[in-house]
């Protein structure tokens, strides 16, 4: 009776133990149904956006989840950012996410996520064109990604100038570009950069003290030097989730642009660069901006 008891008791772990085995191995197994693009939006019935905000909670939902599983596949994402993407062109939240997700998401990065990336990013530069809007984050994030995960590097100028002739305060990203186009050796560009950004501050500068700044940035020796640094905080910075940023600052630590910055300012230097530093703006005979945009 008691041999009974015992068989009865190790036959009942090992079921139970079988069971518990088969209830993971389901768990495990992420099964969702999402329609495809074009039915999305017939049920949508009319409300296309509102269906979107539905499908990217449920998307952010669904990469934190993947984003905490070792076994990460992500391999609804693609689907989730197709949906959206569809369903709400105009939804500038959800480009600033997928620039990031396709690549900052704690797996391999592969050259096709990094095109997901940036091919959502151009999307929605291109929508947000057609109603004649332009959103800050979406410009910079595709300059960081051209300029991080790409060897075409240059590619990359093209946005970060875009954000800083859009927006007053990003009139700083010229600089930004200016050093990228220092690092592929393209001084004629760096140079061009710099004396735009100067120019541009010339002509909004509420006092003399910015344009004495200015002056400063442009005749800098460490600006090159100090550029990555800048780089790496300000691209971080555009990460709201603390997990997330993690994995970008390690990206950033291993990316060989990153660690290949100037360590001097080996360029010669422009000659209209050196004729701008020239400016003596304690002159009192001619107002400050003028007489930076005379000397450029």
Do not use: C
């Amino acid at each position: 009776m008691i041999t009974l008891l015992i068989v009865l008791i190790i036959g009942s772990v090992l079921i139970k133990q079988r069971l518990d085995q088969s209830r993971a191995n389901r768990a495990a197994v992420d099964i969702r149904y999402l329609p495809e693009p074009q039915v999305a939006n017939v049920l949508a019935f009319g409300f296309r956006e509102a269906l979107a905000d539905f499908y990217w909670i449920d998307a952010i939902n669904y990469f934190g989840e993947q984003l905490l599983n070792k076994g990460r596949t992500y391999k609804y994402l693609k689907s989730y950012t197709e949906l959206i993407f569809n369903l709400d062109p105009h939804f500038a939240y959800f480009y600033d996410w997928a620039a990031t997700a396709f690549i900052y998401n704690a797996a391999p990065v592969t050259r096709e996520n990094v095109i997901n990336s940036i091919s959502y990013i151009n999307y929605g530069i291109q929508k947000f064109n057609e109603i004649y809007r332009y959103d800050r984050n979406m410009i910079v994030k595709g300059a960081f990604n051209y300029a991080i995960e790409t060897t075409v590097v240059k590619n990359a100028l093209a946005y970060f100038a875009l954000a800083a002739r859009s927006f007053r305060s990003e009139r700083g990203m010229l600089l930004v570009a200016s050093s990228y186009a220092h690092s592929q050796n393209l001084p004629a560009v760096a140079a061009a950069l710099k004396l735009e950004y100067f120019g541009t501050i010339a002509f909004e500068a509420q006092s003399k003290s910015e344009l004495t700044y200015a002056l400063q940035v442009l005749s800098s020796s460490r600006m090159n030097v100090e550029a990555g640094e800048f780089v790496k905080a300000l691209r971080i910075k555009m990460e709201s989730e603390e997990d997330v940023r993690k994995i970008v600052e390690k990206r950033l630590e291993e990316n060989p642009l990153q660690k290949k910055n100037p360590t001097s300012n080996s360029l010669p230097v422009d000659p209209r660069i050196e004729n701008t530093l020239q400016i003596e703006l304690s002159r009192t005979w001619m107002p400050a901006d003028m007489l930076a945009l005379f000397s450029l």
